[in-house]
């Protein structure tokens, strides 16, 4: 691979002019096993570059604990890259948004109350140079000073955005380049937004998706030499629970493309193929409102979420070979998925008789936040005995995100941080009733101040007016299920329940799974979490690679929190339903 220079003209690699033609690509949202068939057509459509962004809160799930295996193996997706050709733009963060849960901010963070994230608070700092250093030491070899695929290096992310303290980019450059980084560095910021989140010396770019004779020119005006590069060029957008599917006219997106590089830019198409937020990694936007981002990452990108072109992969592959060469091989088809109807779920689990298999209990005065029971994704069961009978109002200060009520293990209710929710009345049945709530985290907030977002109940909890003490909580991240114990029934339990069923395949394919007359949960097939689903919509089915099926039988697990299926079955089928569009 060969270095990227930069001068006044532009980008220059062995001392000829280059354009970064560059797509998204997250390798934490792409089963590693489909990696090269990703970057292989990203080759394809003319691009010459992939973009990754690099989750902090899931290589370092704990402070002295890091990992770069299985689906984090990045120097094996560089290496994958380089192998197909492909450069390499690096965004490690620490902050990256990217609709990933908490912004990619480790929850441990938020374990010390007055920590002050994105700033020069020492503790962030500390931690921020920890981890560039677990980070970018067995990287080193990657960067393309020393024959790797990385172009450049990415200090924060759109930082603009959110403050305007350079000491504070200052300090994280020159973390990055003690840490080995001898490639460009830059940053990104949406154009209204470049002064404050730029940085004397380093490389500025412009995220946008329009109006891009416009903006190239506001990033000119803030620059007025050197490179022009977009380095999020939007092309699709993300879905929320409870909104549409959000699309683009193809031939649209492809005409501002054209006019981005007619201009001479550089770009990144965000995204080039986006993903699935599998498990429970999807972030969640607050203004004023929480709205927590739905599992599939489909981002109505040239590539869709199971990996096939879609029109927007022809359609920029024509504007690309207006200014590139474009590889002479056929647009890839679509590739065959598999079908199997009514798999019946007929074992159950209920979730409130077996939480003690899944976590422990830790007793308190007031409720634990997930962060202080060292929790990341799931749930946290919260349990106390109330000492009366009788018409009762249950006040939470806050609710973070949703709590399903139950007194002696029969809901009562529910409350959602989305619809603003705080007080639900009810009546105790006796003295000594158990009093849950099983509080669900949809999601940390991944933009603006609201990354400081604790879960499960910050806050008092009120019984009448008078605060109730003497808690038992009980973290249930279900990163394993194998403490259930399974029977099986002849009707579908009521409460929150897992169900089980298997199949059997002679072959593997990608597919689909579809829900339909289930309500909310999650669903794992073979252990593998595929993600949340929700009756509430757009997306009505879920995305499941072929890897983590196999020949001979297989297992699928529901979590259903609220009223199964009356018949307790769900379908693979060879097409995804994201919704319905706004258009």
Request: glycine share 10%.
């Given at each position: 691979?060969?270095?990227?220079q930069?001068?006044?003209?532009?980008?220059?690699?062995?001392?000829?002019?280059?354009?970064?033609?560059?797509?998204?690509?997250?390798?934490?949202?792409?089963?590693?096993?489909?990696?090269?068939?990703?970057?292989r057509?990203?080759?394809?459509?003319?691009?010459?570059?992939?973009?990754?962004?690099?989750?902090?809160?899931?290589?370092?799930?704990?402070?002295?604990?890091?990992?770069?295996?299985?689906?984090?193996?990045l120097?094996?997706?560089?290496?994958?890259?380089?192998?197909?050709?492909?450069?390499?733009?690096?965004?490690?963060?620490?902050?990256?948004?990217?609709?990933?849960?908490?912004?990619?901010?480790?929850?441990?963070?938020?374990e010390?109350?007055?920590?002050?994230?994105?700033?020069?608070?020492?503790?962030?700092?500390?931690?921020?140079?920890?981890?560039?250093?677990?980070?970018?030491?067995?990287?080193?070899?990657?960067?393309?000073?020393?024959?790797?695929?990385?172009?450049?290096?990415q200090?924060?992310?759109?930082?603009?955005?959110?403050?305007?303290?350079?000491?504070?980019?200052?300090?994280?450059?020159?973390?990055?380049?003690?840490?080995?980084?001898?490639?460009?560095?830059?940053?990104?910021?949406?154009?209204?937004?470049?002064?404050?989140?730029?940085?004397p010396?380093?490389?500025?770019?412009?995220?946008?998706?329009?109006?891009?004779?416009?903006?190239?020119?506001?990033?000119?005006?803030?620059?007025?030499?050197?490179?022009?590069?977009?380095?999020?060029?939007?092309?699709?957008?993300?879905?929320?629970?409870?909104?549409?599917?959000?699309?683009?006219?193809?031939?649209?997106?492809?005409?501002?493309?054209?006019?981005?590089?007619?201009?001479?830019?550089?770009?990144?198409?965000?995204?080039?193929?986006g993903?699935?937020?599998?498990?429970?990694?999807?972030g969640?936007?607050?203004?004023?409102?929480?709205?927590p981002?739905?599992?599939?990452?489909?981002?109505?990108?040239?590539?869709?979420?199971?990996?096939?072109?879609?029109?927007?992969?022809?359609?920029?592959?024509?504007?690309i070979a207006?200014y590139?060469?474009?590889?002479?091989?056929?647009?890839?088809?679509?590739?065959?998925?598999?079908?199997?109807?009514?798999?019946?779920?007929?074992?159950?689990?209920?979730?409130?008789?077996?939480?003690?298999?899944?976590?422990?209990?830790?007793?308190?005065?007031?409720?634990?936040?997930?962060?202080q029971?060292?929790?990341?994704?799931?749930?946290?069961?919260?349990?106390?005995?109330?000492?009366?009978?009788?018409?009762?109002?249950?006040?939470?200060?806050?609710?973070?995100?949703?709590?399903?009520?139950?007194?002696?293990?029969?809901?009562?209710?529910?409350?959602?941080?989305?619809?603003?929710?705080?007080?639900?009345?009810?009546t105790?049945?006796?003295?000594?009733?158990v009093?849950?709530?099983?509080?669900?985290?949809?999601?940390?907030v991944?933009?603006?101040?609201?990354?400081?977002?604790r879960?499960?109940?910050?806050?008092?909890?009120?019984?009448?007016?008078?605060?109730?003490?003497?808690?038992?909580?009980?973290?249930?991240?279900?990163?394993?299920?194998?403490?259930?114990?399974?029977?099986?029934?002849?009707?579908?339990?009521?409460?929150?329940?897992?169900?089980?069923?298997?199949?059997?395949?002679?072959?593997?394919?990608?597919?689909?799974?579809?829900?339909?007359?289930?309500?909310?949960?999650?669903?794992?097939?073979?252990?593998?979490a595929?993600?949340?689903?929700?009756?509430?919509?757009?997306?009505?089915?879920?995305?499941v690679p072929?890897?983590?099926l196999?020949?001979?039988?297989?297992?699928?697990?529901?979590?259903?929190?609220?009223?199964?299926?009356?018949?307790?079955?769900?379908?693979?089928?060879?097409?995804?339903?994201?919704?319905?569009?706004?258009?």
């Open positions: 691979m060969s270095v990227l930069i001068d006044d003209g532009g980008f220059r690699l062995d001392g000829e002019p280059f354009r970064v033609l560059s797509g998204g690509l997250h390798y934490f949202r792409v089963h590693p096993a489909q990696w090269a068939d990703r970057l057509k990203a080759r394809l459509m003319g691009l010459n570059t992939v973009e990754t962004y690099v989750p902090w809160n899931l290589h370092q799930p704990r402070p002295d604990r890091f990992r770069m295996d299985g689906g984090l193996d120097p094996a997706f560089l290496g994958l890259a380089a192998a197909e050709g492909l450069h390499v733009l690096l965004r490690p963060g620490p902050y990256i948004c990217a609709e990933w849960e908490g912004g990619g901010l480790p929850s441990w963070l938020l010390q109350p007055d920590i002050r994230l994105r700033t020069r608070d020492p503790r962030y700092l500390a931690a921020v140079d920890d981890y560039f250093t677990r980070l970018l030491t067995p990287l080193q070899p990657y960067f393309a000073t020393r024959g790797g695929p990385v172009l450049a290096v200090v924060e992310n759109e930082y603009g955005a959110y403050g305007d303290d350079s000491a504070y980019l200052e300090h994280l450059a020159d973390s990055l380049r003690r840490c080995g980084v001898d490639v460009p560095l830059f940053t990104c910021d949406q154009p209204a937004d470049l002064e404050r989140g730029g940085l010396g380093v490389l500025a770019t412009a995220n946008f998706g329009s109006r891009s004779t416009q903006n190239l020119a506001a990033l000119r005006a803030h620059r007025p030499t050197g490179p022009l590069l977009s380095t999020e060029f939007w092309i699709g957008w993300f879905d929320r629970w409870g909104g549409h599917h959000v699309v683009r006219d193809p031939d649209q997106a492809a005409q501002e493309l054209d006019e981005a590089l007619a201009a001479g830019a550089s770009v990144n198409l965000y995204m080039f193929h993903g699935t937020n599998f498990g429970f990694t999807n969640a936007n607050d203004k004023h409102t929480y709205r981002t739905v599992t599939s990452y489909d981002y109505d990108a040239p590539l869709d979420e199971a990996g096939d072109p879609t029109e927007k992969f022809t359609a920029f592959r024509e504007v207006k590139a060469p474009v590889p002479a091989e056929p647009v890839p088809p679509r590739a065959d998925k598999l079908t199997l109807a009514a798999v019946a779920l007929n074992e159950s689990a209920g979730l409130l008789d077996w939480a003690p298999s899944l976590g422990d209990a830790v007793e308190s005065l007031n409720p634990l936040t997930m962060e029971l060292r929790q990341d994704f799931g749930f946290v069961l919260y349990e106390t005995v109330l000492a009366a009978a009788g018409p009762a109002l249950l006040e939470l200060e806050h609710v973070r995100d949703r709590a399903q009520v139950f007194l002696d293990g029969r809901s009562v209710g529910v409350l959602e941080r989305e619809n603003h929710e705080h007080a639900l009345s009810f105790v049945p006796r003295a000594g009733c009093l849950s709530l099983l509080v669900e985290n949809q999601g940390r991944n933009y603006g101040p609201g990354i400081h977002d879960k499960g109940l910050p806050g008092r909890v009120q019984l009448d007016g008078t605060e109730l003490v003497g808690w038992t909580n009980r973290a249930l991240p279900l990163t394993s299920l194998d403490g259930l114990g399974f029977a099986a029934t002849t009707t579908a339990p009521t409460g929150p329940s897992f169900h089980r069923g298997t199949f059997e395949l002679a072959g593997t394919a990608d597919t689909f799974l579809h829900l339909d007359g289930w309500t909310k949960g999650s669903a794992w097939i073979n252990g593998f595929l993600g949340r689903y929700w009756s509430r919509g757009p997306q009505r089915s879920l995305y072929a890897p983590v196999h020949e001979g039988t297989n297992e699928i697990v529901v979590l259903e929190l609220h009223a199964a299926h009356r018949a307790r079955t769900v379908d693979f089928r060879d097409t995804h339903d994201l919704g319905p569009t706004d258009e």
